[in-house]
């Protein structure tokens, strides 16, 4: 018996990069200083980002995996078979092969900006699972959502795990929410995980894990620019800080700087207070009835949700 052949396309929408550059220069500028959290990632940072996910404090990825893990068939049998499975963000398409084999979705669609590892992790899946094809579309989901014109047509879900819908702010993960019931349209379905409010302790020890590795992440933001856009900051005279805001229900990470003191960035000088910070992510956390009215003012019916015995994380089932 012949196995069917791999099938595994790239489709490159050249996504348009936001400025690094001005968009340093502009939060730097800004009576709060902020540079948004979508810098963290180039290639230093990603790695960091992989080795934040191995760290026993940041309990996310491993209470979601365990999820998907206990809870597959169940979230299978409500999905059903067949249907065009779609991941903005896929990274290294690895919590997608929990769900595979029990999914035996029509065609998988993973969606990344960043083209070589999105063209590298698309050809490791499709050679893991033969049976399966697989659309790889290099985008950047927070501004569209195209599908490759060879997606067979068929009912369409997206899943969205590792709670990256909390690195939105509210109105907007309300409008990436609508967006993505625009794309899956009537009957079409959305698999998202999302992490729970808990206990401030618990939350700020998994922003803030021993090895420091959380640290070194948000401080190569200033080696990043440093490196691309002539920086002067003194990475010993700047601290990471993690802290968990009740009030607005996130993590807020920032900058610190340990002096008073002046940074030159292109050419241009910025200056830090003692004590001043650069805001650089907010991580929300949703009560499951919070995101669930989310979801609904976006368009959605949660059908079901998951969650582990001490109510960590949620997975949740929507439809159109
Ligand atoms: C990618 N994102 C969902 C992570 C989070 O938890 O907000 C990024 C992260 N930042 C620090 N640790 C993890």
Known sequence: ICPKATKVSFHDYQPELDNFRQTVLHGLAHEHKQIPPKFFYDKRGSQLFEAILEQPEYYVPHVEKQL?????????????????LIEPGSGSCE?????????????YVPMDISGDFLRQSAATLGAAFPWLQVHAAC??????????QNVPAGRR??????????????????????????LVGKGGGLLIGVDRKKAKAVLETAYNDAAGVTAAFNLNLLIRINNELEGTFDLDQFAHYACYNAAMGRIEMHLTSLQEQQVQVSGKTFHF?????????????????????LATAAGF???QHWTDAANLFGIYYCTV
């Open 68 to 84: 998907y893990r206990d809870y597959a068939t169940e979230m299978a049998a409500l999905i059903g078979e067949n249907a065009v």
């Open 95 to 107: 919590k997608v092969q929990l769900l595979l084999d029990a999914l035996r979705p029509a065609a």
């Open 139 to 148: 985008l950047d989901f927070t501004r569209e959502l195209h599908l490759p």
């Open 157 to 182: 879900v997206v899943f969205i795990p590792g709670s990256s819908l909390g690195n939105f702010d509210v109105p907007e993960a309300q409008h990436f929410l609508f967006n993505i019931a625009q």
């Open 273 to 293: 207070a003692r004590g001043e910070r650069i805001h650089t992510e907010n991580s929300y956390k949703y009560h499951p009835e919070e995101f669930i009215t």
């Open 301 to 303: 019916k949660c059908e």
